[in-house]
């Protein structure tokens, strides 16, 4: 079983500071997602990283896939309230069609 | 556009008692997947499917069944109820070729006492 480690599990910031969420694995992954939920809703889609490597950037936003594909990275530069929610990692095994190993989360609240 | 629906929102079990919990997309999307979400755990994999009459065990398959009758729906069943079954219940769909998005449900929460 392909297990994906998220920390830190919660977070709690002022607004304006800059956070960095982290997603680890002892396998390797064909892509890393990134998925954000609000309470009483499903998990959202952020991005899809694919190439060892690879950085993407969502507005404040940017996502890290790390060489190896084990590993992946989300940094917040200046958080708002409105960035508070679940952020969960989830990891796409080489072969399987479209079975996601999903981290624990980050419960972020970014306080005003 | 619907996207991915999920009934009901809520239910409240006995220990024992069987339900069924539903989920329909309007996507023509191949493959559907049931998860379990608990605190500090994640979502879990239940069971998925690539397809219409196809189906096949995730992570965490025991105490559930599922059948792919159509390709819009992917209901799924628990045969009788444990309290270790409480939890949050997501459905999700995609696309199979080049569809990486997986969009899911809204959650149908249980408690089964």
């Known amino acids: 079983t392909q297990l994906l480690e998220q920390s830190p599990q919660f977070l709690s910031i002022q607004e304006g500071e800059n956070l960095t969420v982290y997603c680890n694995s002892s396998?390797?992954?064909?892509?890393l997602q990134w998925y954000r939920q609000e309470p009483g809703e499903g998990p959202v889609l952020l991005v899809t990283?694919?190439?060892?490597?690879e950085v993407k950037k969502l507005k404040r936003l940017t996502f890290q896939f790390g060489d190896a594909r084990k590993d992946s990275s989300l940094h917040i530069t200046a958080a708002q309230p409105g960035d508070t929610g679940l952020y969960l990692c989830a990891g796409l095994a080489s072969g399987s069609a479209r079975q996601l190993t999903f981290g624990s989360g980050t419960q972020l609240t970014v306080l005003p | 556009n619907a996207g991915v629906t999920q009934t009901p929102k809520f239910q409240v079990l006995k220990t024992g008692q069987s339900m069924t919990l539903q989920c329909a997309q309007d996507?023509?999307?191949?493959?559907m997947s049931w998860y379990r979400q608990d605190p500090g755990m994640g979502l879990r994999l239940i069971h998925y499917?690539?397809?219409?009459?196809?189906?096949d065990q995730g992570e965490v398959p025991n105490g559930y069944n599922v059948s792919r009758s159509t390709t819009e729906d992917f209901p799924l069943r628990l045969l009788s109820a444990a309290p270790s079954q409480t939890s949050v219940y997501f459905c999700?769909?995609?696309?199979?070729?080049?569809?990486?998005?997986?969009?899911f449900g809204p959650g149908t929460r249980l408690l089964v006492l």
């Open positions: 396998s390797v992954f064909s892509s």
């Open positions: 996507m023509n999307h191949e493959y």
């Open positions: 990283v694919v190439t060892g490597g």
């Open positions: 499917s690539v397809g219409a009459g196809i189906t």
């Open positions: 999700a769909s995609s696309l199979l070729q080049g569809g990486e998005t997986q969009y």
